[in-house]
């Protein structure tokens, strides 16, 4: 994968009317590059994703494509695919003439079309289905059909809408390996939107992740997993358990904590997942709210004066009951410190 950014997005600036949607978002991805936004509901993620796609007009900024400034290309010009969340399948056609159908569009040969069918059908695993309609199919097998549909196309950039989201539990896990396997076998640049933050985790080589239109932290999954830029980033990967720092004190609801440990001096913040925070020894106490079993662990929200806080052992401890007081820390060392806190 080279270094030179492939796809480029400068000062992209994105409206509705007179609401900004995305405001100066900058951002370069490489060749071959697996990236994911990630975010809650209405923070920009697909608005950028249709302006890289054509399908609307940045109110300012420019995106470059291989050398080439398509800020102002026509959708149909760009050389770009498009996964859409609903798959968008014919459902008169079999998969074999989905598939084909933007070829013949091209106007390809047969020959060509059946040989470039013929593979993208066999990537995704689907060669004993293509005689098939949609409606004879799983969803799994359907998004696998609009995977290979934008693939056939050989397009630039592969951009897939919370392509996931309409899957049960155990198909999403399988979409993901074959996305991933695709990508990485097929060298194709892809891009995708998601709000599921283990689906990003998991498949992408980068997370963009985004808040209200601004982009919060660019990392790999292992930087913002485990190094949050921001309580937001840190609230949004799994940190429940986030606090602010004034003076080297924990601000609470309760007041200012001091730790015994001494703080890093240039944090705005500290988060710990609930497996960060030490049950049944420490300075803190709290009354156990609630326990829920989730397998092999037990998560308890104690209600403390620091505030809520979330913690989880083993499944295999011995169960602590609703109403009972517990002691537990903080430990500095399982802290995640926080660059901003907002």
């Known amino acids: 994968m080279s ?12 409206s509705y009317g007179n609401s900004i949607a995305v405001d100066k978002f900058n951002l370069d991805i490489r060749k071959g590059e697996l990236v994911a936004f990630l975010g809650p509901s209405g923070c920009g993620k697909t608005t950028t994703m249709r302006s890289i796609a054509g ?26 695919g498009l996964v859409f969340q609903s798959y968008a399948l014919f459902p008169h056609l079999t ?7 933007g070829l013949r569009l091209k106007r390809m040969s047969d020959a060509d079309i059946d040989a470039r069918v013929t593979a993208g059908i066999k990537s995704v695993g689907l060669s004993a289905l293509s005689g098939r309609k ?15 549909r934008s693939m056939v196309m050989e397009p630039k950039v592969l951009l897939l809408d919370e392509p996931l989201s309409n899957l049960d539990a155990r198909l999403r896990v399988e979409m993901r390996a074959e996305l991933q396997r695709v990508q990485k076998e097929t060298g194709v640049t892809m891009i995708f939107v998601t709000h599921d933050q283990a689906e990003a985790l998991s498949l ?7 808040r209200e239109g601004l982009i919060e932290q660019v990392g790999t999954p292992e930087e913002i997993y485990n190094n949050p830029a921001s309580s937001f980033v840190a609230d949004f990967v799994g940190f429940e358990n986030v606090f602010a720092l004034r003076g080297g004190k924990l601000a609470t609801p309760g007041g200012a904590v001091a730790l015994a440990e001494a703080l890093p001096g240039d944090a705005a913040g500290l988060a710990w997942r609930p497996s960060g925070v030490a049950l049944e020894t420490g300075p803190f106490k709290g ?3 609630s326990v829920s079993f989730t397998g092999n662990l037990r998560e308890y929200l104690l209600e403390t004066p620091l505030g809520p806080i979330t913690a989880e052992v083993g499944a295999a401890l011995p169960v602590h009951a609703l109403g009972a007081e517990l002691a537990f820390d903080l430990p500095l060392k399982a802290a995640a410190p926080l660059q901003r806190f907002a």
């Open 3 to 14: 270094d030179r950014a492939f796809l480029s997005l400068e000062n992209l600036t994105l």
């Open 55 to 80: 399908l609307l007009t940045p109110t300012a900024g420019r995106i470059t494509l291989d050398g080439t400034d398509i800020t102002r290309v026509s959708a149909n010009k760009r050389n770009v």
């Open 95 to 101: 998969v074999y003439e989905n598939v084909a159908f």
């Open 134 to 148: 949609p409606t004879e199919l799983s969803g799994g097998q359907q998004q696998r059909v609009a995977l290979a």
């Open 204 to 210: 992408a080589d980068r997370i963009v992740v985004m």
């Open 287 to 289: 009354t156990v709210k």
